[in-house]
């Protein structure tokens, strides 16, 4: 405890909504006095989200983004889940692939970007493995981390109570790693949302990522350049929101130490 | 209540688990660090055996080679007359409180060890093992939300209710508060006299060792021998002011050293 009360139900809406507003006038004000004639100010952002909106590309875009990154995302999560749980049982594998993926961990997905188009040419699979390489690291890791953390306490229950090896894994090493995968699991999500964008500058011809390359190039059209990038802003959150919710499942929220 | 009745010397008991010859030594940077020296000991079918000795002396080891958990450097540990080569669920190791498990609610950790059975049996068991313990109203509660000495007791319920022959408890209310460590005390000796397991508890507590057990095994610092092993004659209920019971408590006292006075 702190001793802060906490607070009231109005003022947790008022003060961001204030600092949102006063960011808002901040940039509208800044475009008026220095008389830019490229940035938009936020009255013309608004106006070019809204004709977005009308030709009916928004939502094509977006899908296509969605799409890409849940088919990366995806078997990031279906390969790297797997094979984290199996290296953190068998640390001595383990010790065999490690300096390996930490050399290729800290890569950026965007340096991969002339490989990725090599092995799948300019198209969607490029964008997919693209992300999926942003993804898979990140979630090996927390596999393996989580795996190792489990307190010798709750193996040796689960040994005490017959089990055997897989259903070790399945009943104990699992659930009690389930936390900490959790937050792999959230990040390579963030960081899938990043470079979804970026490939689909490169690789693609549709999606956010492209939305704003394309509004650029054919008449720098900024106000839409700024409408995608507040757009991908707001699906990334809402991205984010949406997984956070998992973590307050009861099985797991024993994991995250809030505050009682 | 009744009469407390005159112990009869526990006649000819089968022997449940022997400790033969036992040493355990760990090796650490090419040092030899010895933990347990020649420990013989036998303890009888239902017999409640204290553990007694200085923190850090080797008890938990002792417990733990028991278990199945590590094998001794030589000599061998026996249940029923076969030797002990790993964990078992018909001996049942409880730790401090910190061995249950936070995924799973109050109803699935006591019945974690149970999923071989059909639910029609399973669940009874659970709801039996939940009284026993008086965890009643908190079937789907998460441990997070119980207080030590409910897990204490949950972690109790879930050994209990894959009906081990033997529970090896380890300092299992050393980190409880002293009235709610008394209270634990009473529930654990009502639960042993009515499911007559073999008990074997290690505490470094002597009051708590006299309370509980039919013989207290004393054991020296590291590394550890058996120092001596005291048979407590006193029936449950205890009364802890009479004067065997502060008699057998001094001579323990004595035993380790310690003069009974602050």
Redesign the interface.
């Known amino acids: 405890m702190n001793g802060f009360s906490q607070p009231a139900r109005w003022e947790r809406f008022f003060w961001p909504m204030l600092a949102s507003a006063l960011l808002l006038a901040l940039w509208h004000y800044s475009v008026r006095w220095s008389g830019t004639r490229v940035f938009p100010s936020p009255v013309e952002v608004e106006k070019g989200m809204a004709e977005l909106l009308r030709h009916h590309v928004l939502w094509g875009d977006i899908v296509d983004s969605l799409r890409r990154v849940a088919l990366g995302y995806g078997a990031a999560v279906l390969i790297g889940v797997p094979l984290g749980l199996t290296l953190g049982w068998y640390p001595a594998a383990n010790q065999v692939v490690n300096p390996v993926m930490q050399i290729l961990r800290p890569i950026s997905p965007i340096a991969w970007i002339p490989v990725a188009i090599i092995f799948f040419g300019i198209g969607d699979g490029a964008a997919v493995f693209l992300i999926f390489l942003g993804a898979f690291f990140p979630i090996v890791v927390a596999c393996i981390n989580g795996v190792a953390n489990v307190p010798s306490v709750y193996r040796r229950a689960g040994r005490n109570f017959g089990l055997t090896p897989p259903q070790l894994l399945a009943k104990v090493l699992f659930p009690a790693a389930l936390p900490q995968i959790l937050v792999g699991l959230r990040i390579a999500l963030g960081i899938a949302w990043l470079v979804v964008v970026a490939a689909e500058m490169i690789a693609v011809d549709s999606g956010l990522g492209f939305l704003v390359i394309d509004s650029r190039n054919s008449g720098k059209r900024y106000d839409l350049v700024v409408a995608a990038i507040l757009l991908i802003g707001v699906i990334g959150l809402a991205l984010d929101v949406a997984f956070r919710r998992l973590e307050k499942l009861r099985s797991v929220r024993w994991g995250f130490r809030l505050e009682s | 209540m009744a009469q407390a009745q005159p112990i009869v010397a526990p006649a000819v008991v089968r022997t449940k688990l022997s400790v033969d010859r036992v040493s355990v030594a760990f090796e650490r940077d090419g040092k030899r660090t010895e933990v347990l020296r020649d420990i013989d000991l036998e303890v009888g079918d239902g017999e409640f055996v204290c553990l007694l000795g200085p923190s850090g002396c080797g008890k938990t080891t002792l417990l733990n080679a028991m278990?199945g958990?590590l094998s001794p450097s030589s000599g061998a540990i026996r249940v029923d007359g076969e030797t002990v080569r790993?964990?078992?669920?018909r001996r049942?190791?409880v730790?401090q409180e910190?061995?249950v498990?936070?995924?799973?609610t109050v109803e699935g950790n006591i019945g974690?060890?149970l999923s071989k059975l059909p639910k029609t049996e399973r669940d009874p068991r659970i709801a039996h093992y939940i009284r026993m313990v008086g965890l009643q109203g908190f079937e789907k509660t998460?441990?997070?939300e119980l207080s030590g000495g409910m897990k204490q007791r949950l972690e109790v319920a879930r050994a209990l209710a894959?009906n081990p022959d033997m529970l090896l408890l380890d300092e299992p209310f050393g980190a409880l508060d002293s009235i709610t460590r008394l209270g634990l005390r009473a529930e654990l000796l009502r639960i042993w006299e009515a499911e007559r397991k073999t008990i074997i508890f290690v505490t470094h507590d002597i009051d708590e060792a006299v309370q509980l057990a039919d013989r207290v095994v004393v054991m020296s610092a590291r590394p550890a021998r058996i120092q001596e092993i005291v048979t407590i004659d006193i029936a449950h209920p205890r009364d802890i002011s009479s004067p065997r019971y502060l008699d057998l408590r001094d001579g323990i006292f004595q035993q380790i050293g310690l003069a009974h006075k602050l």
């Open positions: 278990a958990f790993g964990p078992d669920p049942i190791f730790f910190r061995g498990f936070p995924w799973l974690f060890g998460y441990p997070q894959v």
